[in-house]
Every structure is written in C-alpha cells, then in structure tokens.
C-alpha cells in the first residue's frame, strides 16, 4: 500500500477511511498475506493525523473522527497479515504509530527523517492505545522519556532506541521490504497468527474493551478551549516555518 495524499500525507477521516477498507480488502483476501507499507509522497511517510480535523469542529465531527482513528489502529494492528512499514520519509505521532503498528520497521537511512510520538510537543497526550503500541517496541523506560518530551528521533536514533529495526539507503528500502517480506512469509501462517495475537492481544481488547469511553475522552480532550488553543498556535508555526 502507497500512501499518496500530499502534500504531507495527513491522517483525514477521509485517508483514515479508505487505508481502513483497503486493509480489510485485503485481509479479505485469501490470496494476500502481507502488506508493505509505504508513501509515494517524497520525504514524507506520513505527518500524523490531520490537525484540521481536531479544529473548531462539531463534537460529532470530532466523535466520527476517533471512531475512524481507532478502526485504522485496530485493524492494522490486530491484522492476521504480516505488516512491513517501508518507512521512506519523516513520521510524526499517528504516522509514527502506523509504523510501530506493522511487523517490522525499516526506515531509510535519512538523518533528516525523523520518527517519533510527539503529542506532547502540540500540547496533546498520546492516548493510552499508542502509548501501549509504543511500549511493547521499545520497552517501558525509552517509551516513557520519549514521550514525555514528545521526541522525533532522527533515523540513525530511532534505530538505536529500537523504534525501527533497520536502517537502508532509501533506494534499497523496497527490496530490503521485500526480502524481510519473503522471510516472514516462509512461516505457517497459523503458526505466526497466533503467536502475533498472542503478543497484542491484551493491548487489542483493552481499546475494543474502552472504545466508547476513549471516543468520550477524546471529544472533552479536544473540545477545550486552551486544547483548541495549542492546536491552532501549532497550526501558525507549521505555517510561519514555511515563510
Ligand atoms: C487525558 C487523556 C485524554 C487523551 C485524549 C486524546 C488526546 C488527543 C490525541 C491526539 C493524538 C494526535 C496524534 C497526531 O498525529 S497529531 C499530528 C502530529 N503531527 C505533527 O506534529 C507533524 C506536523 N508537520 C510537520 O512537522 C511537517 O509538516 C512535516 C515534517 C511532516 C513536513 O514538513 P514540510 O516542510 O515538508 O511540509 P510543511 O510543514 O510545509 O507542510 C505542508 C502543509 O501541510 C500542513 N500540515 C503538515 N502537517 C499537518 C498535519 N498533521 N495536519 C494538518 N496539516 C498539516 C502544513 O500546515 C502545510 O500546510 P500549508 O501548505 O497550507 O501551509
């Protein structure tokens, strides 16, 4: 799967929606058993959801957006189908998030990519579903500082830290993906299934366990007043940085 949304392949509810039922077309498929994931957009993987979307909307706008956030997470993450994250550009917060959510990482060796969950830095909170995922990469100790201080990590960081598992120049990323690919995929399937739900089974039922309280907490979260206030100063730097 090629993500092209530019300029920065933001998370919409629109892109959110279609990467969902592209997943469960796929999942569907009796023919598919792995996906690579990946962006056709340059130097960019994915900028993490849409920011305009959490702005001066409806609270059902707000609902309807978590419900499709929430869906892409579970699906990807509770996939039966081996995930690869080809990551070939940077990949903030829910672009980070799809990536620790696949099987495996591989991130082109760019210093200038950079990768990590930095709610922090907008003034947000990753919920406790991404902060679950993160955890069971890195481990509790390199999720807790990283979070708090809402880092990016640099590619060559990012290895070292664990976020990503290898490090390729970017014009060998989609062989390397491949290669990784075949190497999963010469396991029985049911084998590897059951040992993947093994692993994420306990993060998976505590969302599906919670969804509706999650849904609740996100819309009073971002319905603040001084929320919508780091949003939109977050928003005007993005914008002035360009200028
Ligand atoms: C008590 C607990 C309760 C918990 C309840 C839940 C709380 C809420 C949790 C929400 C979790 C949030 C997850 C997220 O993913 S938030 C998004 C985080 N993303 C970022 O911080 C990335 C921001 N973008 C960048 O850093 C750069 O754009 C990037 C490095 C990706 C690319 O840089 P480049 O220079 O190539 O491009 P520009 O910066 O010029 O961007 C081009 C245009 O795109 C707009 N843009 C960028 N990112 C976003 C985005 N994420 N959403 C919307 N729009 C975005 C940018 O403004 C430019 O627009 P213009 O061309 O119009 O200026």
Same mark, same amino acid.
């Not at 340059?42 to 609902?63: A, N």
């Not at 993160?134 to 809402?150: M, P, T």
């Not at 060559?156 to 598992?165: F, S």
């Not at 009073?220 to 002035?240: A, G, N, P």
């Given at each position: 799967m090629k993500f092209k949304s530019p300029p920065v392949n933001s998370l919409s509810l629109e892109f959110l929606t279609e990467f969902s039922i592209g $997943?469960?077309? $796929? @999942?569907?498929?009796?023919?598919?058993? +792995?996906?690579?994931?990946?962006?056709?957009?340059?130097?960019?993987?994915?900028?993490?959801?849409?920011?305009?979307?959490?702005? +001066?909307?409806?609270? @059902? %706008?707000? +609902? /309807?957006?978590w419900r499709a956030v929430q869906e892409m997470w579970l699906r990807l993450y509770g996939s039966n189908m081996v995930t690869v994250a080809a990551v070939n550009g940077s990949s903030p917060a829910g672009g980070c998030l799809i990536a620790l959510s696949c099987d495996y990482r591989i991130m082109a060796e760019n210093p200038k990519f950079s990768i990590g969950l930095n709610e922090a830095q907008l003034g947000i909170v990753a919920p406790f579903w991404f902060?679950?995922?993160?955890?069971?990469?890195?481990? %509790?100790?390199?999720?807790?500082?990283?979070?708090?201080? +809402?880092?990016? %990590?640099?590619?060559?960081?990012?290895?070292? &830290?664990?976020?990503?598992?290898? $490090?390729?120049? @970017?014009?060998?990323?989609?062989?390397?993906?491949?290669?990784?690919?075949?190497?999963?995929?010469? $396991?029985?399937? %049911?084998?590897?299934? &059951?040992? !993947?739900?093994?692993?994420? !089974?306990?993060v998976l039922d505590r969302l599906v366990a919670h969804r509706e309280e999650d849904i609740k907490n996100f819309?009073?979260?971002?319905?603040? @007043?001084?929320?919508?206030?780091?949003?939109?100063?977050?928003? /005007?730097?993005?914008?002035?940085?360009?200028?």
């Open positions: $997943l469960e077309k $796929l @999942e569907n498929n009796r023919a598919c058993r +792995g996906v690579i994931i990946t962006s056709a957009v340059p130097k960019i993987f994915s900028s993490g959801l849409d920011i305009t979307e959490m702005c +001066g909307k409806s609270v @059902e %706008h707000y +609902g /309807e957006f902060k679950d995922t993160f955890v069971n990469v890195v481990g %509790h100790r390199i999720a807790e500082r990283s979070l708090q201080l +809402g880092s990016l %990590h640099p590619a060559p960081e990012a290895q070292r &830290l664990g976020l990503v598992d290898e $490090l390729v120049p @970017e014009e060998k990323l989609m062989e390397k993906a491949a290669a990784v690919m075949a190497q999963w995929l010469a $396991l029985p399937d %049911h084998a590897r299934q &059951l040992t !993947k739900t093994m692993m994420r !089974k306990a819309i009073t979260f971002v319905s603040k @007043e001084s929320i919508q206030k780091s949003l939109r100063m977050y928003m /005007e730097m993005l914008k002035k940085r360009k200028s």
